[in-house]
């Protein structure tokens, strides 16, 4: 079968980024696309793997060799794992800054310390989540809500060579005796994925380590160095509040989101999409989806942060914020597919809650009614692409 290459909206960044660095970076979670994402833009250059035994002890036993085989440069794939890599080629692209290295990996914490440390201002870092609605266009409609949240969206699911129920056990299966294996070295790895359901089971709260450690059984500080473990590998994103030069009490804590929202309905125990569809978790998956998506525009542009979610002390609450140029996009999230005038009511407070001019307010949610011309626009959550503020790479 001919493999099927899905487009990435992070091309154009990363092709950009290629006029001006000698290295480019890219990041993300196991299975995200991207040794399939360098090698489509860049197939010209000879590509190599860490996780080749054989190659990685080439590369440790003798790193110039393994770094001057190609006058051009090449491509390193987890070249975490061979962190003396990095040193060496920051003395290759100081002499000869025409030289191209691209690297990969799936563990962000290992990567980016020895990219600081050893590529200060010579690397271009871009994070590559799983696909975003508008890398799919077309094919969005062709499922159902229930089956979008279930199936996820990692791109080999949407390439049609694999599919949701043998995926996610078989990822997180590897996930667990490798990754976690590798930056904990933890021995009860049952304990491991009963908190990684714990997790799961919080999507869209407040993180609290210390009520997770008492159902783990767990002090707080072994949960806070676990929640790095599923920062750093990209399994979930800690979404954070928006404070900003407010004087009010506001809501510290950020609020819990897995990266996937495939892999936290399987972390569920939820196994088919119709099961999904009367799950009290079924907002909750929705609600990730969502913030999911804006976190991937502003990664697939090269831009960190500036996603947020307000909750004060009151309970007053915007599901999330987007600022962008200083600019302030206000979104509510329902899961509903009929439309409610009460959606809009964070919405219309929310500028005064923040003393911040709001540019766009919208309701997202899961019906077919749509109207943009109001005070706060009503849009199905399938066309919330073109609400998000377009990124300048100037």
Not at 70 to 96: A, S, T
Not at 108 to 123: D, W, Y
Not at 188 to 202: H, P, V
């Amino acid at each position: 079968m001919k493999e099927v290459y899905i487009h990435r909206k992070i091309e154009e960044t990363i092709l950009e980024a290629y006029k001006y660095f000698s290295v480019i970076s890219v990041t993300g979670p196991r299975q995200s696309g991207k040794s399939t994402l360098i090698r489509h833009l860049f197939p010209q250059y000879a590509m190599y793997s860490m996780k080749d035994l054989h190659v990685r002890q080439f590369a440790e036993n003798d790193p110039v060799a393994f770094l001057s085989q190609h006058p051009e440069g090449m491509f390193i794939d987890e070249v975490q794992k061979v962190p003396v890599l990095l040193e060496y080629i920051q003395g290759i692209v100081d002499k000869n800054p025409e030289k191209r290295f691209f690297l990969s990996g799936s563990s962000n914490f290992e990567l980016m310390k020895g990219i600081v440390e050893s590529l200060p201002g010579r690397a271009g870092v871009y994070e590559l989540l799983p696909m975003s609605f508008d890398e799919l266009t077309e094919s969005l409609k062709e499922k159902d809500t229930d089956q979008l949240m279930f199936g996820g969206f990692y791109p080999a699911i949407w390439a049609g060579k694999n599919k949701a129920s043998l995926f996610y056990p078989s990822y997180v299966k590897t996930y667990l005796e490798k990754d976690v294996r590798d930056l904990l070295n933890v021995q009860d790895l049952m304990k491991f994925l009963k908190f990684m359901k714990l997790c799961a089971a919080r999507v869209g709260s407040l993180f609290n380590a210390s009520e997770i450690g008492c159902e783990l059984g767990a002090d707080s500080k072994t949960v806070s160095r676990w929640l790095d473990v599923l920062q750093t590998s990209y399994i979930i994103t800690l979404l954070p509040p928006y404070y900003e030069n407010i004087s009010k009490r506001l809501v510290k804590s950020p609020k819990l989101y897995f990266t996937d929202p495939g892999l936290a309905c399987y972390l569920l125990d939820i196994e088919s999409s119709k099961q999904l569809s009367r799950d009290k978790m079924r907002g909750n998956i929705f609600e990730n989806m969502l913030v999911m998506e804006v976190v991937k525009h502003r990664f697939n542009r090269g831009r960190e942060g500036g996603v947020f979610f307000y909750r004060d002390s009151n309970q007053n609450e915007v599901d999330i914020i987007l600022k962008q140029e200083g600019e302030i996009t206000a979104m509510e999230v329902k899961s509903a597919m009929t439309y409610d005038p009460s959606f809009e009511s964070s919405l219309k407070s929310l500028p005064a809650w923040v003393g911040t001019p709001v540019k766009e307010k919208a309701v997202i949610y899961n019906g077919d009614f749509q109207n943009e011309a109001g005070v706060v626009k009503i849009v199905n959550f399938r066309s919330m692409n073109h609400l998000l503020p377009i990124i300048d790479n100037e």
